[in-house]
């Protein structure tokens, strides 16, 4: 009772009595709550998303199924709209097979993945490894002639771990001062140099610890050179094996498959229509990047994401809401190389003079990435405005630990394309404990980082906040 009390409280913080609407309202929101704590469809998405699909590399076959089986669902919650729109991407790739072992000075299977399309070795290597830490270049041109078909480790012994996360809604993740120096990186340059020389693959330090592989990886095209991120204690290992003299034998063996049937991708949109005759053409909208990295199955980066912005809208349609702004969602590709599908989709729906009134109808965008549920808040990205309206919206959900709702920023994902436009764009306050040493692109991001708990959470939070967005009489503060 004392829950249900402090949850009626907060309503009534929010929405003042007085009209009709304001009554429909208050009785709706403890409505969304119950639909999504005790009736949740939430785990399910997610676990298909994780274990069944897996790994969603942007255009790898593994994505394109999520595509069709997110548009097959959200249709099956009755949503209006629901379609893909393509954008180019570039050639899908998939990792068949890796395999690394020490042979000698004794057997030891080591710990490492490939780098995201990375063209496969020419079978089984077998050699002993070259050590050319830094990748000068004049250590390539001294080893001229030598190196076709070689397994050469590319840096120094690798003493470079993110060993802290991000503090409690802090935005943006601030490296020490001074920052240690990371490895070496591969640039085109270093690229063509070895690609020239046959090499026959690049092993390459991690930067964090304990088993904990952190992986991506970009499309090299004809300057690519297969690699592969091993462990940085392994890598260590060897490395001193080799400083020392002593006599190392590793096998290694990469493969994988480039599909170039399509240079296309896809963002998914589906939505609920606004009925309002005044607003009905105006937006609010949610997103979160379908796509993820190859080593993990992306629990956290970012099925959570998508399974809270696809609960948040089936929610709303199951109580058979009436808004009145169309809600919509959207489902990004290629975020993780560069926030690719929401500036394709922004680029095609609001840049420019020829897209003003669609720009002008999207009222707000609210974005699921950085971090992992409960959801506590949003970053407001200093518009004062609208932190108080959201900050307003936000007290029904207090008790479910919404209270970090802040005015500062945070980048690297999606809302980004949409401030750009003019838009008001917001990421989600999200919980940091072991995302940027453990699960941030690594293999540990997998769907045992998530409790289902704060699934249901975020869904109800999310809900919560496109419900009343959609029913706000007045425009949403633009940014300054």
């Known amino acids: 009772m004392r829950t249900l009390a402090i949850c ?139 190196l076709r078909g070689a397994i050469v480790l590319t840096s120094p012994i690798q003493d470079y771990a993110i060993r ?24 085109p340059e270093r690229l ?17 610890e304990h088993g904990t592989v952190f992986v991506t990886g970009r499309d090299m095209g004809e300057n690519g050179v297969p690699s592969i991120v091993l462990a940085s204690e392994h890598y260590n290992l060897v490395a001193k094996m080799v400083q020392q003299g002593l006599p190392v034998k590793l096998a290694v063996d990469l493969q994988a498959t480039f599909d170039e049937s399509t240079a296309n991708t896809e963002n998914v949109i589906a939505e609920i229509p606004g009925t309002d005759p005044a607003l009905k053409g105006e937006v609010v909208m949610v997103g979160a990047h379908l796509d993820s990295w190859h080593t993990g199955t992306g629990g956290t980066d970012n099925a959570d994401g998508v399974s809270t912005a696809m609960e948040a809208l089936r929610i709303l349609q199951t109580l058979g809401v009436k808004p009145k702004r169309t809600i919509r969602v959207a489902l990004w590709a290629g975020e993780e190389q560069g926030l690719l599908g929401s500036k394709a989709w922004v680029d095609a729906h609001l840049t420019g003079d020829a897209h003003k009134a669609e720009r002008d109808a999207l009222s707000v965008y609210f974005n699921l990435d950085n971090g992992y549920p409960p959801v506590t808040g949003f970053y407001m990205e200093g518009n004062q405005p609208a932190l108080e309206i959201v900050q307003r919206w936000l007290k029904p959900v ?83």
């Open 8 to 146: 009626l409280a907060g309503v009534l913080l929010a929405i003042a009595p007085g009209s009709a609407q304001q009554a429909a309202d208050l009785a709706l929101l403890p409505k969304i709550r119950s639909e999504g704590l005790d009736r949740s469809k939430v785990l399910e998405t997610f676990d298909h998303l994780t274990t069944v699909i897996g790994p969603r590399l942007t255009n790898s076959p593994a994505h394109k199924r999520s595509i069709a089986w997110v548009q097959q669902t959200l249709r099956g919650y009755g949503l209006a709209n629901v379609h893909a729109e393509p954008f180019r991407f570039g050639r899908g790739w998939t990792l068949d097979r890796v395999s690394l072992e020490m042979l000698e000075p004794r057997y030891m299977p080591l710990i490492g993945y490939a780098k995201g399309w990375s063209p496969s070795t020419a079978g089984r290597l077998v050699g002993t490894p070259v050590w050319m830490p830094g990748l000068e270049p004049g250590a390539v041109k001294a080893k001229t002639g030598f």
């Open 398 to 480: 207090a008790d479910l630990g919404v209270t970090r709702t802040t005015p500062g920023h945070i980048g690297a994902t999606d809302h980004l394309s949409f401030l750009a436009a003019g838009v008001p764009g917001f990421q989600a306050v999200q919980e940091y404990v072991d995302y940027d040493v453990r699960t941030h692109h690594t293999n540990m991001d997998t769907a045992e980082r998530i409790a289902p708990g704060a699934l249901k959470q975020a869904s109800v939070v999310m809900a919560t906040v496109l419900y009343q967005a959609a029913m706000r009489p007045e425009p949403f503060p633009r940014p300054a």
């Open 164 to 187: 802290a996360d991000r503090p409690p809604a802090s935005g943006d993740l601030k490296p020490p001062s001074p920052a240690p120096a990371r490895p070496p990186q591969l640039t």
């Open 192 to 208: 063509v140099a070895l690609k020239a020389e046959g090499v026959g693959v690049l092993l390459e330090p991690n930067i964090g």
